[in-house]
């Protein structure tokens, strides 16, 4: 996959009935479908997932068009306790 793939990739993958979401800033999901029980949608998003290939090195820019979409599950920070 390709830096210029990455809004087809998640469009596809929103249009197969991916839940697909960021993770905060470190991460995101592609696997679990909007509808859990759409048994199909699982196959569909692997085929959309093999179609597109290796996206490990554009987990960033992935990253960063799900939370442009407002696709984000926030990772609430820890409170400092002081303690070390």
Not at 9 to 33: D, H, L, R
Request: aromatic share 6%; net charge negative.
């Amino acid at each position: 996959m390709t830096k210029e793939e990455v809004e087809a990739f998640v469009i596809a993958m929103i249009a197969a009935g991916s839940n697909v979401q960021a993770i905060g800033t470190t991460g995101y999901v592609v696997v679990e479908p909007v509808d859990p029980t759409d048994r199909e949608a699982y196959r569909r998003i692997e085929l959309v997932s093999s179609a597109f290939g290796e996206r490990d090195h554009l987990k960033d820019e992935i990253i960063a068009y799900l939370r442009k979409l407002g696709r984000v599950v926030e990772i609430p920070e820890e409170p400092d306790t002081g303690r070390a």
